[in-house]
């Protein structure tokens, strides 16, 4: 078992030797949050990027953050750079083409993998290619471990207490704006897969839905137009959970944002580099005549995912932990403990139960 040692730099031990985690895409929008993450954690962590000369030039990162190139081609480059780490944070979308090449090198490696996909057919392939791989590893991967994905399979499972089949889970994702990085560009262009969702406890395509759609969302945002737009969250949730029905919707406001050629990347507001965006998660649960609901506000979703996938890192490495193969978060942590630690380190972060 990996546990934290009470060294002053917080890294961690693994039969006596430091480990540390290594951020694969660093160099990034939400790799650079990751690793602020881990600095402001103690834990020891290695910037794993494309070219190492121009990070260290622009001197993006601290002198105590070691930098190591490596690219998703080159096996041996891969290799080296997540050699003697203990888990790996792979923030370099578009997931379609690194998570494999890099959930691979890491599982060889014996290190635990998570990433931030949004994307469906990055999650469902990690889920299936690398499970029996991790288990005989004897390491978790964990994949869409971010704001889409892992964020609401938490609230579920937080919220779904004692209830072992439910009829209908419905997740509505509202952003008073959004305001796209490149790599979000990028991956938009590069995943054309048709969109999942469950109906009759089934995986099937989404169907088009009423144009009129709206929800109800906690202040600022009140009622707000939505459509029906999944994103990780389904089969992440599938992979433990089996609801009859499933469903995730986004605000309007939000889809046009990022539908726009001329919105600009997210502006930094303040000296953490977040921006002033705001979000709220509301999820509903229905079995029977019964409903239960939670529902998440905070701001950046990009800056979010940052402590949310640090805190399933530490949790990985000091034994918080259920099990190995490829999970789901609300299958491996206790969800509400979980909910419970980010509520009380980040912030404007806030979750209500009702």
Known sequence: MIRQSETETGSFVNGGAAKAVAVFGAGGHTGRFVIAELKRRGVASVAV??????????????????????????????????????????????????????????????????????????????????????RAAGVLVLPAMGFYGGLGDLLVSAVIGDWTDVDDIRIGIALDSWHPTRGTRITGERNTAQRLVVSDGQLVPLTPAADDLTLDFPEPFGRQGVVALPFSEIPVIMRHLRPKELHSFLNRTALSDVRAEDTPT?????????????????????????????????????????????????????????????????????????????????????????
Request: charged residues 25%; glycine residues 6%.
């Open 266 to 354: 997210p502006k930094a507001a303040d000296r953490s580099g977040r921006s002033p965006q705001q979000f709220a998660i509301d999820v509903v649960i229905r079995k029977d005549e019964e409903i239960r609901r939670i529902t998440a506000t905070g701001r950046d979703i990009y800056a979010f995912s940052a402590p949310l996938i640090c805190e399933a890192a530490v949790r990985l490495l000091d034994g918080r932990k259920r099990g190995c193969g490829a999970q789901a978060p609300g299958a491996v942590f206790e969800a509400g403990d979980f909910l419970r630690a980010l509520s009380t380190q980040v912030p404007d972060f806030q979750i209500t139960r009702n």
């Open 49 to 134: 990027v494309r070219n190492k000369a121009k990070l260290a030039q622009e001197s993006v990162f601290g002198p105590e953050i070691d930098l190591r190139e490596a690219a998703i081609d080159d096996t041996a480059s891969l290799n080296a750079a997540f050699a003697d780490m203990a888990a790996v944070i792979n923030c370099a979308g578009p997931f379609l083409d690194t998570a494999a090449p890099v959930a691979e090198a890491t599982i060889r490696a014996g290190a635990h993998y998570l990433d931030v996909t949004a994307e469906q057919p990055s999650a469902m392939a990690t889920f299936e290619v690398f499970d029996e791989a991790a």
